[in-house]
């Protein structure tokens, strides 16, 4: 597989949790993102990072204050940590990878990246 998430699992609403993508050498690209999906929704961009050099990052709304990403260049790792999770965070997440847009810029939230993981359950209990 190309890229692997792991680090789901059943919290309390206000725990964390911190997710991890491993990437193989070959799917390892300079945009990368985090998405998610809940039970009868659409898939939803929640982080993403654009480069490789210098980290850009963007979050969802709903996200922003709570999560954050970061990525590990040598270990071809990403990361999502979670805090003060809510029941709306429930949702199996998934990451995803890509070289930049022709137009040079990176996909950010939207889906349209090439590369993606089968996803890792995230649970949130009130």
């Known amino acids: 597989e190309h890229l692997v998430e792991s680090g789901g699992g059943s919290v309390q609403a206000g725990g964390s949790l911190r997710l991890s993508c491993s990437a193989s050498e070959s799917t390892y690209r300079s945009c990368m993102g985090w998405f998610r999906q809940a039970p009868g929704k659409s898939r939803e961009g929640v982080a993403a990072?654009?480069?490789?050099?210098?980290?850009?990052?963007r979050y969802a709304d709903s996200v922003k204050g709570r999560f954050t990403t970061s990525r590990d260049n040598v270990k071809n790792m990403m990361y999502l940590q979670m805090n003060n999770l809510k029941p709306e965070d429930t949702g199996m997440y998934y990451c995803?990878?890509?070289?930049?847009?022709?137009?040079?810029?990176?996909?950010?939230?939207?889906?349209?990246?090439?590369?993606w993981g089968r996803g890792t359950q995230v649970t949130v209990s009130p």
């Open positions: 995803a990878a890509d070289n930049y847009a022709p137009s040079g810029a990176c996909y950010g939230l939207d889906s349209d990246y090439q590369y």
């Open positions: 990072i654009d480069g490789e050099e210098v980290d850009r990052t």
